[in-house]
């Protein structure tokens, strides 16, 4: 059986745990897709597609939302929805499934993944959840790739796989859109010092929303474009980029060491 995986990852998480996923379901073949570098992929060259990707203020990655809008499916292909988060996921995963099923995909399963915080604002505080998952968590991510498993297996027999539903929470909408009227989700404006920059332009690579812009060697940025998701000030090598509050100090360039001990393959 051939799978695909979608993914958007900023910081290597999630992209983590699909490879994890991708390994451990014996009975599909799982190919990986960057949505930021690659195209939507013919789902009919494929038995089962996975959407994956982390919270972002209670809700998908936005680019993820921008690529399941985008496809549309005349026949109910299976699909599962998967996301990684830090602290709390509020409705990510119903978002998705809603989405994935709007799109015209029938929907058998769903998880989300407690990992290490990737959010700088709650790095610099001190909250990085390093220790995520723990055993009850690990336990129930292994035990939706063993459902993820065994209903690859039924529907190459021919059989039927119910349909699943996520519900969200209207408390977790109504706190998105405080937050979201206060700004609250902005990580403001940026700046660069070019003194400890060196030219390398992995920020403006790690941008999927196009915000950034290498000029005479330094990134330069798009604030109209941008989407906060903080990927060029967490991977910048040098903690050269800064905001007002935000100034070397709480990045997260790439899976925590334990993640990656976790989750090895
Ligand atoms: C801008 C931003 C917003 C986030 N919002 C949430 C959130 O609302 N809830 C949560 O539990 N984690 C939140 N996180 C943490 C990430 O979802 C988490 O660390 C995730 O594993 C990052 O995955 P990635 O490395 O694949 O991008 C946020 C991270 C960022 C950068
Ligand atoms: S990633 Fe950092 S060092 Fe590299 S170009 Fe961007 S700001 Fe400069
Ligand atoms: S410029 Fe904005 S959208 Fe682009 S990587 Fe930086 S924070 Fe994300």
Redesign the pocket.
């Known amino acids: 059986m051939k799978g695909i995986i979608c993914y958007f990852s900023t910081t290597g998480n999630t992209k983590l745990a699909c490879g994890y996923i991708s390994s451990k379901v014996r009975n599909v073949e799982f190919e990986l897709c960057d949505i930021t570098t690659e195209r939507i992929p013919k789902f009919s060259d494929y038995d089962l597609v996975g959407f994956a990707t982390y919270c972002n203020f209670w809700a998908p990655g936005k680019l993820m939302k921008t690529f399941i809008g985008n496809v549309k499916m005349n026949q109910k292909k299976p699909a599962f929805v998967f996301n990684t988060f830090g602290q709390m996921n509020g409705n990510a995963l119903s978002i998705m499934a809603k989405d994935v099923k709007s799109a015209g995909f029938k929907l058998i399963e769903a998880h989300a993944l407690h990992v290490p915080e990737n959010f700088p604002p709650l790095i610099k505080n001190g909250t990085t959840n390093e220790e995520a998952p723990n055993i009850t968590e690990l336990e129930k991510f292994n035990a939706f790739i063993e459902n993820l498993n065994n209903k690859a297996k039924q529907i190459c027999n021919g059989g039927n796989v119910e349909e699943k539903n996520v519900k969200g929470k209207i408390l977790y909408k109504v706190g998105r859109k405080i937050m979201t009227s206060l700004k609250m989700d902005s990580?403001g404006k940026?700046e660069v010092h070019k003194e400890i920059c060196t030219s390398c332009s992995l920020?403006s690579k790690?941008?999927?929303?196009g915000?950034?812009k290498m000029v005479n060697g330094y990134p330069e940025?798009d604030e109209t474009?941008?989407?906060?998701?903080?990927?060029?000030?967490n991977r910048c090598p040098s903690k050269a980029i800064y905001t007002k509050k935000f100034d070397g100090v709480g990045h997260y360039p790439k899976p925590h060491p334990k993640l990656v001990k976790k989750l090895k393959v």
């Open positions: 990580i940026k920020c790690a941008c999927s929303y915000a950034i940025f474009k941008c989407e906060s998701c903080y990927a060029c000030f």
